[in-house]
T-cell receptor
Framework: GEDVEQSLFLSVREGDSSVINCTYT??????LYWYKQEPGAGLQLLTY?????DMKQDQRLTVLLNKKDKHLSLRIADTQTGDSAIYFC??????????FGTGTRLLVSP | AAGVIQSPRHLIKEKRETATLKCYPI?????VYWYQQGPGQDPQFLIS???????DKGSIPDRFSAQQFSDYHSELNMSSLELGDSALYFC?????????????FGSGTRLTVV
């Protein structure tokens, strides 16, 4: 089945850039997504990228997709303490369901 | 804008009891997905419905069943509850023809089995 992997933890200082990485195995991915989850809260869609794109920028967020290596990254510029959360990448499979990565806990220190 | 509504927000049940979780999708969304997120885990896909028919099935135990009704709301029925069923249950909805959007998730139902 599909597999989506992420590094578990990332710690940065406020004002720095954060880069969260994700690898996936599904060759038929159509869209890839980034979700943010704060403690005890729901899943907030941050951004998405179509599989025929290699980059998408949305304000402080930049998504890079290397389809050959099946590698996705999310860069957050000027990271703020309010960005501290768990970030999930998700792969949209042929049957429309989302397969989530293991989640990366981002900790932003002042 | 209307979002995905889930009820109840919190639910406490004893082992072997039954629970029913409800999901009201965004108006005009025709597909509903259910996910289970255990403590410290990533969301795991359980089941989905498109136009009131089951469209895909994931790691849903046989003790669980779900359906989508004529008004597109969905219910997840969980019987013979076990301690391991304690989790956050998310519902998401989407519109099959909108291929470029992420799914909209509800705030989840936190089920605690004691």
């Amino acid at each position: 089945g599909e597999d989506v992997e992420q590094s578990l933890f990332l710690s940065v200082r406020e004002g720095d850039s954060s880069v969260i990485n994700c690898t996936y195995t599904d060759s038929s991915s159509t869209y890839l997504y980034w979700y943010k989850q704060e403690p005890g809260a729901g899943l907030q869609l941050l951004t998405y990228i179509f599989s025929n794109m290699d980059m998408k920028q949305d304000q402080r967020l930049t998504v890079l997709l290397n389809k050959k290596d099946k590698h996705l990254s999310l860069r957050i510029a000027d990271t703020q303490t309010g960005d501290s959360a768990i970030y999930f990448c998700a792969d949209r499979t042929g049957f429309q369901k989302l397969v989530f990565g293991t989640g990366t806990r981002l900790l932003v220190s002042p | 804008a209307a979002g995905v509504i889930q009820s109840p927000r919190h639910l406490i049940k004893e082992k072997r009891e039954t629970a029913t979780l409800k999901c009201y999708p965004i108006p005009r969304h025709d597909t509903v997905y259910w996910y289970q997120q255990g403590p410290g885990q990533d969301p795991q896909f359980l089941i989905s419905f498109y136009e009131k028919m089951q469209s895909d099935k994931g790691s849903i135990p046989d003790r669980f069943s779900a359906q989508q009704f004529s008004d597109y709301h969905s219910e997840l029925n969980m019987s013979s509850l076990e301690l391991g069923d304690s989790a956050l249950y998310f519902c998401a909805s989407s519109w099959q023809d909108s291929s470029n959007y992420g799914y909209t998730f509800g705030s989840g139902t936190r089920l605690t089995v004691v």
